[in-house]
């Protein structure tokens, strides 16, 4: 049974102070993420001191990498609430669906090719953005049947979409050089180690720009809860506002992978921690995921480092352990009572 | 004077392969109730499709106050024209209030939130429709008649000129299906909303509607007053079975039933 007490509809003004109360936790998180890591530094020194190895450690480390982690949590958890509103599936999610594996493999291929000619850094986040809208877009063509959406269809077509770009990446791996493949393990594993800040700009240009059309389409992903004709019918053109979310997620994924690799879950778990406790409300929630999955990745990456310090785990294998029993229980739900998350 | 508020000439839909309108024409004045009757598969809901700009026809036209069909822009459409579907699926976990709030999108733009003026056309609805109650609650927890009742409302804090309505009464007890028609007789009464429905109940389409389309295979076999349409001529042909037309004793409204046991003992 529900909450009577819920708000009954969104309000501006409770938009704005659930944004700030979390912004407040986003800081939380940044700061004792830069506090905390394997090698115990002063902030206060590294601040003051540039001279001090605090200093170098700081902000040639951990600094760029809060900041990734801040910027492609942001971009998977906003991603992820657009994708759900797109399929009307709260299982729905960049890692789960195959589009970051997708994204991974066009980047591995540009790595690969362009090491020799020079480049890489525009042609490896081009090549995610493509193959993640390669595979976007056929992973919905796919879940079609007789022109509805199966929700359960679109969680095998994401297995085996999964499963296939796993074995392409793979394929890559046994035919490319030793220093290819650790970083195609990288990539397949997700982390957000040594990161550069020319990286930090480019998934914050990239995923802010496709935020800001997300944003505008926020009402229109109401309206496409309802269902295609009843959106059409209260004035939304379904068929732009599909291609905007398809080619909108695809530069952002493209983006996130390309530095960080395939980190999945994250748009599962924040989009659905937020719509549970503040309602289903685009206009809310796609902010909320944005700040949100900043402040659950910088957290994760926090664990990541100091979990077994010196040693660290990559990013990913800590999404994926809270994120794999997280869409069980979800979908456990999701089979007593279809779509209704 | 009356002024046409829909009129379709001789249109033709479907699928493709599969055409299921056959040249079919009605004129609806503004402010009258039509209900669209006819068998299963008859093409009732393809032709409100059609009407609600959702499907385009094959042959033919549709005009709204005059103006083609084709020509009305999508959300200046759905300011003119609410649509209430049978299904009525929700993804994620919606309140009643925000469900009926969506009904004002078309009257928004993109960035602008709700107004007191929206909220208060929202609540209005639901105070019509009996669901003011209800407001915080999630649709996933209402019952079949609630959740109904709650699109009605959605279509209502649209402010359309002309509703359509596909099957508007399936499921509902009887109370609800007088409550329904009588909140939709005051509408047309105090703004004038015309009110397009299909009906799978005939005794409703005599009782509530001011003009009857009988369809059958797509085409229209009868177009007129209830009295004109649904007689047992008419509705032995096109259902296929023996049908009794008689008055209600107390009422003298149409009354319909099937024939009886006795000539469906003899068909066998």
Redesign the interface.
Known sequence: MSEQTGAAHLTRGRMFSILGALIVLLIVCAVAAASFGSAHISLARAFTDPMSPDHAIFFAARLPRVLMGVVVGAVLAAVGAALQALVRNPLAEGGILGISGGGALGAIIALVIFARFGGGEVAVPLCAFGAALLSTVAVYRLAMVDGQLEPFTLLLVGVIFNAFWGAAIMLVNSAVNFYFAHSILFWLMGSLEAPTYSEVVMVALLGLAGFAVLMFRARDMNLLSLGDESAAELGVDVDVLRRTIFVTTSVMIGAAVSVSGIISFVGLIVPHTLRLVFGADHRLLLPASLIGGAAFMVAADLVARVAIAPAEIPVGAITALCGGPFFIYMLRREGRRPLSL | MTTTAMRASAISAGYPGVPVLHGVSLEVAAGEMLAIVGPNGAGKSTLL?VL???MKVTGGSVDLFGRSLGSIE??E???T???V?Q?????????????V???R??H?G??R??SRHD?EIATAALERFDLLHL????V??LSGGERKRVFLARALA?EPKIALLDEPTAFLDLKHIAEIFARFRELSAERGMTVIATLHDLNAAALYADRVLLLSSGTAVAYGTPDEVLTAENLERVYETGVYVGRNPSTGGLMILPAGTASARQQV
């Open positions: 499709k609600g700009g959702s999508r959300r459409l759905a300011r024209v609410a649509s579907g299904e009525n699926a929700v993804a994620f976990r919606f309140t009643v209030l925000e469900i709030l969506m009904g999108a078309p928004l993109a960035f939130f709700e909220l407001a915080r609650r999630h996933q927890e649209q």
